[in-house]
């Protein structure tokens, strides 16, 4: 596809501006931040990379070294907060929009690359990354920017071998990325679409990333096979209770489908790629970027299989689909492109708008009763506030960002304060009610008054997704 002469720059401007807004929005409805999740251990691992350096990291999420080095960069340059937390994610954020772009513009010119870009900017899968320090977004760009440098153009070893140490870093931000890599063994064996030895040159650069982290390990540590040691023994530790949310399982043979067909997080996305593949928008690809485009397919391919495959292993959560779902919207960008323009902004808006909803939905206060507890915690500062053991562990880090405040996870005794679920409080004097927070879909429900109209269980997902907590003297 040619890019047009005239008023190209304009063109350019208002598709930059249209980017830039749509993830201002996407992030302003869908912000989540801290969870008080696995960031509160990337935080633990970033800390220690400012304290005692080098860190070879103590478990599964502290080796992910280029999540967790990024993350300590990010609290040097701001300070110990909140902010370092959401600066660091929505980093990643913008990195991989921008490289969707670029990977997009490869394939079918600009346009399809502010299409690739505005529609990875408000996928859910995506943004509800974006707000929460996490590994995946960094692991997708690196996956991608290997792709790009694999299949580039004149097909020079230096770069497959850079493209092999971007898959390299990807491995270190999670030993899982081994899957979608597997799709290139098929491809070596072809010799095509791109030749053996750059495939070869590619996992030279692989093992000599690998290798350097092993080094690391080896000199800091005394074990240079650390990290897989940690990783193969944290099966464990993986709630398979993560199945059941937000997925409709039916059969093993078909839940991984309906994973990507039934799911908020990818809304019509794969309904999209299978309409855009009937149209034929595989064949609008330029030439030169059609070996680009097979060699994303056959590692989002492999990704998904062993994905299904590995389903008792690890869990069916979107997000590890997120490779296939960056490759549907390549496809659908290509398909868009090439309709009239009337056309595409009658499929386009919809979309975006049904993205939107769909993120508003969400909870964005998924530890609704661990917030209650540093809220209690800060307004009696001079006490001791009880609470769940699991509350009171998770509450710890961002109790002592905050500012402080004495928590406990031991009974409460008599006359102490208590945090506890209204439904399940002990007997006790009631000091201060904590409703749960409306999502943001059921404030709009709300202010228009319509939640009465709604079936119970609906009105209690999106008006009540907590459970109310009370601050309780106890008894």
Known sequence: MVDRPAGAWQDQLGWALLVLAAMAGAVAVGWIGFIASDDSLYHAGAAEWLARPPFAGSDHWTTRFPLVVTFAGMI????????????????????????????????????????????????????TQATTVGVDLPEASLLLAGVILLTQTGRRPAHAFTAGMCFGLAMLCRETTALPLLGLVPLFFLGRPIPRELIIAAGVGTLAMLGAEALFQGLVTGDPLRRYAIAFNHDSTI?????????????????????????????????????????????????????????????????????????????LNPRYFLLPALT?????????????????????????ALNLLLLSASNAHPRWPMEVLVAAARAHQTEIVHGDANDVARARLPLRLAGGGRIDARPAPVGALLVAPADRAPPGLVLARYPSPPTRLGVLIRTLGVHPLLPAPIERRLLRPNPTMLLLRAG
């Open 76 to 127: 040097a340059l701001l300070g110990d907060g909140f902010g370092a937390f959401a600066a660091t994610a929505l980093l990643f954020y913008v990195l991989l929009v921008g490289t969707m772009g670029v990977f997009g513009r490869s394939l079918g010119g600009a346009r399809v690359g502010w299409l690739a870009a505005l529609l990875t900017a408000t996928l859910p899968v995506v943004v």
């Open 239 to 315: 709630d398979r209770a993560a199945n059941l949310e937000g997925n409709l399982l039916v059969h093993p043979a078909i839940n991984s489908l309906l994973v990507l067909l039934i799911n908020n997080d990818f809304g019509l996305l794969f309904w999209a790629a299978a309409a855009a593949l009937v149209a034929g928008a595989h064949r609008s690809i330029e030439a030169s970027a059609r070996p680009r485009a097979i060699v994303l397919t056959a590692m989002a391919g492999a990704s998904f299989l062993l994905v299904s495959v590995l389903a008792t292993k690890l869990v």
């Open 328 to 352: 549907a919207v390549l496809f659908v960008a290509l398909w868009l492109d090439r309709l009239p323009a009337l056309s595409r902004r009658l499929l386009l808006t919809p979309t975006i």
